[in-house]
């Protein structure tokens, strides 16, 4: 009897998609409408809202707007829809860009991978053509050391070797494509193995560099000194949490007073302290078709020693909330590409890790959407509002009440339609 239930558990879902989805797509994209939802426009919730798209961009939203008589009607009975998601760290490779699409993330911020595809992968982001690929930004090759971290994956990465040659291996990123530069400070303390850094001198030479060609300037750093060894050499964000030890009031004047963000990476980071995946996000109704047998598997998988790290765990989640209450930016981020952690599902995962360490849900939303896109210039993502792309999330719930619902998805919009959508 369960078993019959669940088959029409199954579908009834899948008919309350098919509501969602629009009628054939012809070759001049005409206008649709969403009617009767709440939208978050990557800022604010807007309740009782129409929502309009035509042409692959938002064109109108608000409660008052009027609904075309030539637009085709999208009944979102009272579903919350969301700006695409942005996940400001991954590694992709594979299917990252498909995977994380399924699962309402539309803008991938990568820090790490060979550009051989990068003019490619930069005219699909510019595209408004239908596809079933999040769109992609990347670091390109990061800034290390010889034999430092980043080299042990069997990629040959260029590695800058003196603070003069910093501006030409800036420009030589530049020219490849990146979209920013990643530099490594990492001596491996946290791991119990020593690594080769950077020092302070290449560093900032490496940040000035970036800053000289107007793009951002991004560091990894995992323990506190690294972090704060960053800060002093002028980068933009983090893109890591710390978490060997608790924050200090040093460092967090200092990246109050230089104005730098944050990427908690906590899906990582509980990989790597030996927490597990909750049921919510692998065994709920929307993992359906959406979270793939490839996906459960990594998320399943740890990293060795993580349970040695367990007694840390804590230590996340306050500095988490300091940070948020001295008014640091927190960027949402799952480096996906990681043992316990899969491209899509693991951002949600972030969300709700966010929230718990003392974000509210509407701040959670903005570190996914808003915020991410206002830090790295990515004009017209993570908001829905006129001009805006029509890069959506239809989700069952509201977000605001139960931050877990952002997984709940009924329908992803990329472009302006469905993924796998085509026109003749």
Known sequence: MRSLYGIIAIVLAAIATLLLLPGPVDGKRGMTAFTDVRVF???????????????????????QVTVPEDA???????????????????????????????????????????????????????????????????????????????TQYGLPVPVPESPETAEAWVEQRLEEGSDYIKIIIEDGSTWGRPLPTLDAAMVEALVEAAHANDVLAVAHASTQSAAKMAVRAGVDGLVHLFADQPVDDEF?????????????????????????VPDWLTNGDHAEGRISPQQQTMLAQSFPGSGMRSARWPVVFDNIR???????????????????????????????????????????LRSATGLPAREFGLEGRGCLKPGCRADLVVVDGNPLEDIRHTARIAAVWKNGFPPGDSVE
Do not use: C
């Open 252 to 276: 967090i004047e200092m990246a109050s007073e230089a104005g730098i963000w944050i990427v908690p990476t906590t899906p990582v980071l509980a990989a790597s302290h030996g927490q597990s």
């Open 72 to 150: 085709t009607v999208v009944e979102g009975r009272g579903r919350t829809v969301l700006p695409g998601l942005i996940d400001a760290h991954v590694h992709a490779y594979g299917n990252a860009r498909s995977d994380a699409l399924r699962m309402g993330v539309t803008t991938l911020l990568d820090m790490f991978r060979a550009p051989t595809d990068q003019p490619l992968i930069i005219n699909q982001r510019e595209s408004l053509q239908p596809t079933d690929q999040a769109d992609l930004f990347s670091a390109g090759y990061l800034a290390t050391a010889e034999g430092g971290h980043g």
């Open 322 to 364: 300091k940070l948020h209450e001295a008014g640091v930016p927190l960027l949402a981020g799952s480096d996906a590409g990681n043992p316990g952690t899969a491209h899509g599902p693991s951002l949600h995962h972030e969300l709700a890790l966010l929230v718990e360490a003392g974000l509210t849900p509407a701040e959670a």
């Open 41 to 63: 426009d990557g800022e604010r919730m807007i309740e009782q809202a129409t929502l309009l798209i035509s042409d692959g961009r938002i064109a109108g939203i608000g409660p």
